[in-house]
């Protein structure tokens, strides 16, 4: 696999799918995957193309306004994604390392940066110590201690009828 591709699936493989059948119709000869609807150009500005994007989603700052030769004053910030999409791979279960690959990051410093731990992670981390004891005590009322290795699943039988994760 080449530092520039990657296996896509899901709703972004749908929605680039889309995306290519939009331009089939609307601009057959373009070769770009996103361009001006108009024209069938490429964008030349993606900080302007994003700017007016938020605009029509409505995510640009409250009383924001803009002249001619301005972009709109936007909420989101597509560098937002980057750091949400890092932080979706980790909670899902993707290694670091795959999760750096994937977004381009070259240092682990900027990846912890990025997975910024809030209060449902803390939730997340009682409820998995709550269920790892569970576990254990019965484990400690057999003749064998079993003790489940870091992110593991345990079954739901062995859980008590919970999953762990």
Same mark, same amino acid.
């Given at each position: 696999m080449s !530092? *520039? +591709? &990657? !296996?896509l699936a899901g709703e972004l493989l749908e929605m680039l799918k889309l995306q290519r059948s939009i331009r089939d119709v609307k601009q057959p000869g373009c070769k770009w995957?996103?361009? *001006? &609807?108009?024209?069938?150009?490429?964008?030349? +500005?993606?900080?302007? /193309?994003?700017?007016y994007a938020c605009l029509r989603a409505g995510l640009v700052e409250?009383?924001? +306004?803009?002249?001619?030769n301005q972009r709109p004053k936007v909420a989101k910030l597509f560098h937002d994604l980057r750091r949400t999409g890092v932080r979706n791979l980790i909670r899902a279960g993707v290694s670091e390392k795959v999760a750096m690959l994937i977004s381009?990051?070259?240092?682990? /410093?900027?990846? *912890?940066r990025y997975n910024i731990t809030d209060e449902r992670d803390l939730h997340i981390a009682a409820r998995r110590l709550t269920e790892y004891h569970s576990a254990h005590e019965k484990d400690a009322n057999t003749d064998t201690l079993r003790t489940p290795e870091p992110n593991s699943r345990v079954s739901t039988s062995e859980a008590g009828g919970k999953l762990l994760q």
């Amino acid at each position: 696999m080449s !530092p *520039d +591709s &990657y !296996p896509l699936a899901g709703e972004l493989l749908e929605m680039l799918k889309l995306q290519r059948s939009i331009r089939d119709v609307k601009q057959p000869g373009c070769k770009w995957v996103f361009f *001006d &609807y108009a024209t069938g150009e490429q964008i030349r +500005s993606f900080r302007t /193309a994003w700017a007016y994007a938020c605009l029509r989603a409505g995510l640009v700052e409250a009383g924001a +306004s803009f002249g001619k030769n301005q972009r709109p004053k936007v909420a989101k910030l597509f560098h937002d994604l980057r750091r949400t999409g890092v932080r979706n791979l980790i909670r899902a279960g993707v290694s670091e390392k795959v999760a750096m690959l994937i977004s381009g990051h070259k240092t682990r /410093a900027v990846v *912890d940066r990025y997975n910024i731990t809030d209060e449902r992670d803390l939730h997340i981390a009682a409820r998995r110590l709550t269920e790892y004891h569970s576990a254990h005590e019965k484990d400690a009322n057999t003749d064998t201690l079993r003790t489940p290795e870091p992110n593991s699943r345990v079954s739901t039988s062995e859980a008590g009828g919970k999953l762990l994760q």
